[in-house]
């Protein structure tokens, strides 16, 4: 059975960092797009970033780039999130995702087709 499992939120101050982990059971991350996505209470979900475990390629939504930074570690099916300098506003339960082929600069949930329970990040001020 296919399974993905965000993992490694908590809660943290303001300005700290965090790092999440997205792991896959029942397939490899082999010519998959795997992105993190977010949402806050009263929010519609949103994407975060992407990699594509054909070409190593990475995408992220423009609000996060330069504090965020998605890397990965195919031969143990895991990919992490490193969230650095982070704020209130980033407080939201982080999912991650999976679907076949390359990563896009535009996020739409629907086009995923696997994904996991999620994991809350507090950021408080």
């Known amino acids: 059975e296919v399974q993905l499992q965000a993992s490694g939120g908590g809660l943290v101050q303001a300005g700290g960092s965090l790092r999440l982990s997205c792991t896959a059971s029942?397939?490899?991350?082999?010519?998959?797009?795997i992105a993190w996505f977010r949402q806050a209470p009263g929010k519609e979900r949103e994407g975060v970033s992407c990699i594509s475990s054909g070409d190593g390629s990475t995408t992220y939504a423009d609000s996060e780039k330069g504090r965020f930074t998605i890397s990965s570690d195919f031969a143990k099916n895991t990919v992490y999130l490193q969230m650095n300098s982070l704020k209130p506003e980033d407080t939201a339960v982080y999912y991650c995702?999976?679907?076949?082929?390359?990563?896009?600069?535009?996020?739409?949930?629907?086009?995923?087709?696997?994904w996991g329970r999620g994991t809350q990040v507090t950021v408080s001020s």
């Open positions: 029942g397939f490899t991350f082999d010519d998959y797009a």
């Open positions: 995702a999976a679907e076949v082929g390359p990563c896009s600069d535009t996020y739409y949930p629907y086009e995923y087709d696997y």
